[in-house]
């Protein structure tokens, strides 16, 4: 028997006209997850070695860039990866976040590029900065994906035999994976483990490491839980039936994760063999 889906209110707390839903307690809680755990690094000279230590202020004031990063990049990634041509037609559409629709890659160039602008212009290594937001990042994907649950929303394939599948209610009479678990465990649980030895072992003493392992990782956990998770109906497979075939089905979200992976292994390889690591006249300037 498959299990029944529980049928939790999307909105958390409602006043009036007024409510706040899961989906956006669940940003909050990732962020503030992730500047709470963003100061106690910062505050580990050990980790930093000799590059410049960010201060308390630092990491305060870079939480409000990387909101806005993953709130506009998230929403333009959408739009541009998964929707592009409803979007065309009614554009007035793309500002309304309220109805979701928020895309990963989108949201992590916009943090990406907010990191990297907010450390040229406090005198901070880029690299280490993003390393030290990758150790982080996991708390919010975690937190996201349990809200895609929440909202029965982005459910998985088809899986009539699986003893956990779930109906899920606007997915149809089907028993489906519970995709959005599965990418909570990968891309939040375990890779926010992985992260956490790694910058135990390795510090940000090596710029890019850390933020190279983090999108190799995510890469290869999004992947694997595409191959569960049914692809946007806007969408489908990509490819064709015969790929399909042959692979189970191409998505949108492992296309968009192969480059990922392609960089983050080339940032591991470069910042292993010294290659990121800031040269001593540009630490003295």
Same mark, same amino acid.
């Given at each position: 028997? *498959? #299990?029944?889906?529980?049928?939790?209110?999307? &909105?958390?707390?409602? +006043? $009036?006209? /007024?409510?706040? %839903?899961?989906?956006?307690?669940?940003?909050v809680?990732?962020?503030?997850?992730?500047?709470?755990?963003?100061?106690?690094?910062?505050?580990?000279?050990e980790?930093?070695?000799?590059?410049?230590?960010?201060k308390?202020?630092?990491?305060?004031?870079?939480?409000?860039?990387?909101?806005?990063?993953?709130?506009?990049?998230?929403?333009?990634?959408?739009?541009?990866?998964?929707?592009?041509?409803?979007?065309?037609?009614?554009?007035?559409?793309?500002?309304?976040?309220?109805?979701?629709?928020?895309?990963?890659?989108g949201?992590?160039?916009?943090?990406?590029?907010?990191?990297?602008?907010?450390?040229?212009?406090?005198?901070?290594? *880029? #690299?280490?900065?993003?390393?030290?937001?990758? &150790?982080?990042?996991p +708390? $919010?994907? /975690?937190?996201? %994906?349990?809200?895609?649950?929440?909202?029965?929303?982005?459910?998985?394939?088809?899986?009539?035999?699986?003893?956990?599948?779930v109906?899920f209610?606007?997915?149809?009479?089907?028993?489906?994976?519970?995709?959005?678990?599965?990418?909570?465990?990968?891309e939040?649980?375990?890779?926010?483990l992985?992260?956490?030895?790694?910058?135990?072992s390795?510090?940000f003493?090596?710029?890019?490491?850390l933020?190279?392992?983090?999108?190799?990782g995510y890469?290869?956990?999004r992947?694997?839980?595409?191959?569960?998770?049914?692809?946007?109906?806007q969408?489908?497979?990509?490819?064709?039936?015969?790929?399909?075939?042959?692979?189970?089905?191409?998505?949108?979200?492992?296309?968009?994760?192969?480059?990922?992976?392609? +960089? $983050?292994?080339?940032?591991?390889v470069?910042?292993?063999?010294?290659?990121?690591?800031?040269?001593?006249?540009?630490?003295?300037?």
């Amino acid at each position: 028997m *498959p #299990l029944s889906f529980p049928l939790i209110d999307p &909105v958390a707390i409602s +006043i $009036g006209p /007024f409510a706040i %839903r899961w989906y956006a307690l669940a940003y909050v809680a990732g962020l503030l997850g992730g500047w709470f755990y963003a100061k106690r690094l910062a505050a580990k000279a050990e980790l930093w070695g000799d590059l410049k230590q960010p201060k308390p202020l630092d990491v305060d004031d870079l939480i409000v860039w990387v909101a806005l990063g993953v709130v506009l990049g998230g929403r333009i990634g959408y739009v541009l990866f998964y929707n592009l041509g409803s979007y065309l037609s009614h554009p007035l559409e793309i500002f309304a976040i309220w109805r979701g629709g928020m895309s990963f890659h989108g949201g992590f160039l916009g943090s990406v590029l907010a990191i990297v602008l907010f450390s040229r212009s406090r005198g901070l290594n *880029p #690299l280490a900065m993003l390393d030290m937001a990758s &150790v982080v990042t996991p +708390i $919010g994907l /975690f937190f996201g %994906r349990i809200a895609n649950f929440i909202n029965g929303e982005l459910w998985g394939r088809p899986a009539p035999d699986f003893p956990y599948a779930v109906v899920f209610p606007h997915a149809g009479p089907e028993p489906r994976h519970p995709s959005q678990l599965y990418e909570a465990f990968g891309e939040g649980l375990i890779l926010f483990l992985v992260m956490a030895v790694a910058a135990r072992s390795f510090g940000f003493r090596r710029p890019g490491l850390l933020g190279g392992i983090f999108v190799l990782g995510y890469a290869v956990a999004r992947i694997v839980c595409e191959f569960f998770r049914e692809p946007d109906a806007q969408l489908g497979f990509l490819f064709g039936s015969s790929v399909q075939a042959l692979s189970g089905g191409i998505t949108m979200g492992m296309l968009l994760s192969i480059p990922m992976a392609l +960089i $983050g292994a080339g940032l591991i390889v470069m910042a292993m063999r010294g290659y990121t690591r800031p040269s001593k006249t540009a630490e003295a300037a």
